[in-house]
């Protein structure tokens, strides 16, 4: 306990440090009006189970709690040159674990984009991105790292029939590799192509019509009867961002998904899928957001293999005043893992359901425009049909931001 409590109070001084810092160079403040601007971050966060163990059992040579430093650098660059809009965004991120040290890494991550367009008719979009991180270990089985890299290149271009009205085209490919050939079974390279129909009224609403097909192919998996190697997934779905009223504002998507896999049909998925957030906005200083989703593979669960996620999410926030804020979370979240060779299921076998409950609190304080600190904690459990995938965690953190 007494390490625990010292790796704390070590943390806290790193974050007080940091606001020192930024307050003796305050002058230094951000410009909105800049094309470029940094910022830099400092987070401790105390994690009573780092490895989601189930009660009773023990990592390997360490102890099941730790303290993680996470130390970032950003740079962003976004201009408007006419009528084209060029953004940049480059971020280091380097992550130290006061005891289980030999998970230190740094992960950059890099965005580049350009909003084009062409006359009053033509206008589109192309990005490249990448980024590293390391898998939560609540998505993994043990304690080994896995870090993985996402890349993805995307264009679409869009001709505007009306001033409200446009019809379009996108295409997209994305790549996930894993470090040290951690995770080899998860890699995935994945291609799709789109249409779409877009109506964007004056008010400012936007409603997209998408009907879109997707080819991926899981390469390191081997190409026999029962694997889920290759598959093709076919969305239709409309999504967009309404005001419905002056306090409740609607946006996200809700579609149909079919995923087929060319060798293991037993596995396919059909269903509805989407992300909806429904903002209420009853006074100037509250709010509250009520999310719901379901989808296969989103890109902060098991992006890169076979999870069908189910969330439901309640979280609302009060402006004390103009500098503080408290907010709060409320979030369940159920997952349908069958079918991953990655925890050990062979694609025959239904791994069940994984039911997750989470709840916290976060403080945020605006020192000055540039300078921001907040305090929060979570507390989480899983529950499983396999007990030795139940777990209870607890985290608390101290964050520190600062834009020049």
Known sequence: MADTTSNYRTGAVQVAAFAALVVAHAPAWADEADAINFGV???????????????????????????ISVTAVTAAFDRVYSRQRLQADLAVRHSAYAVHDGLDYSAPSLRLAWDWQLGNHWSGALSHSYSEAMTDFDDTAGSNQTISRNVRTAAS????IHPDWAVGVGASRLSY?????????????????D?????????????VFTARQTVGRYPNRADITGSIRDYQQRDVRVSGDWRLTGALRLSGYFGVTDRSYDSAPNRDFQGYTGRLAL??????????????????????????????????????TWAISDKLRLGGI???????????????????VDAGDYRT???????????????????????????????????????IWLSGKFAF
């Not at 271009?157 to 505007?160: C, D, H, K, L, T």
């Not at 540039?370 to 396999?386: D, E, F, K, P």
């Open 195 to 207: 249409v779409n129909v877009t109506y964007r009224p004056s008010s400012g609403n936007r409603v």
């Open 157 to 160: 271009a869009n001709y505007w």
């Open 41 to 67: 971050s400092q987070t401790v966060t105390r994690d009573d189970n780092l490895y989601r163990l189930a009660d009773g059992e023990e990592p390997e040579g360490g102890e099941r709690g730790d303290t």
């Open 279 to 316: 903002q209420w906005v009853p006074t100037a200083k509250t709010a509250v957001t009520l999310s719901w989703r379901r989808e296969i593979g989103a890109e902060e669960d098991l992006a890169a293999n076979y999870a069908v996620t189910r969330v439901v999410s309640i979280a609302p």
């Open 330 to 348: 409320f979030d369940v979240r159920t997952r349908d893992y069958g079918g991953d060779p990655e925890l050990g299921y062979d694609g025959l």
């Open 177 to 193: 590799t894993y470090l040290d050939n951690a995770s080899p079974e998860s890699e995935l390279d994945s291609r799709d192509v």
């Open 357 to 395: 409950t989470t709840y916290g609190f976060n403080l945020s304080y605006q020192a000055m425009r540039a300078l921001s600190l907040s305090v929060g904690l979570n507390r989480s459990r899983r529950s499983s049909a396999v007990a030795a995938s139940e777990y209870r965690a607890t985290s």
